[in-house]
């Protein structure tokens, strides 16, 4: 059987979740360049992704650099779910989609930053790790709540 195609009008209001998508590109420019300034400071060798925990425990530099490094690779592993779900919900839903990638974006630069001190504990600074994580359930349900509508028009 023959699948019919079908054409997708965007909504106008589309602008903002495609911007918020982009500015997690530089979100991600922006960590890689930090890591690559702690990795130097701490004299960590590719293709070393962490320092060790005896080079951590003696040296503040390599400390500071496994928790920038963590905060870039906690970030990669949620990317994907921000960028899929915010470009979805955006179909039916723009601008919270919008908002809700951008506010993800924002909290993870507090998060940055705060995990980037070598304290890991200040990860949360300012709420970031909460406020984000409620900012990605946001744009599962909105996405979610979107293919539902989609499949129920088929």
């Given at each position: 059987m023959a699948s019919a195609l079908?054409?997708?009008?965007?909504?106008?209001?589309?602008?903002?979740?495609a911007a918020s998508v982009v500015s997690t590109f530089y979100l991600l420019f922006w960590q890689a360049f930090r890591v690559?300034?702690?990795?130097?400071r701490a004299g960590i060798e590719y293709p070393q992704v962490y320092a060790d925990k005896v080079e951590a425990a003696a040296k503040q530099e390599a400390q500071v650099f496994n928790c920038t490094q963590r905060a870039h690779?906690?970030?990669l592993e949620v990317v994907p779910i921000v960028i899929g779900s915010t470009l979805i919900a955006g179909l039916s839903h723009p601008v919270a989609?919008?908002?809700?990638c951008g506010v993800w974006t924002l909290t993870r630069i507090f998060y940055t930053i705060g995990y980037a001190t070598g304290?890991?504990?200040k990860r949360n600074?300012?709420?970031a790790a909460v406020l984000g994580s409620l900012s990605v359930l946001g744009l599962v349900g909105t996405a979610t709540a979107t293919v539902v509508?989609?499949?129920r028009s088929l």
């Open positions: 079908t054409g997708l009008v965007l909504p106008k209001e589309y602008a903002y979740p690559g300034k702690a990795r130097k690779q906690n970030t989609a919008g908002a809700l304290d890991p504990k600074r300012f709420g509508s989609l499949i």
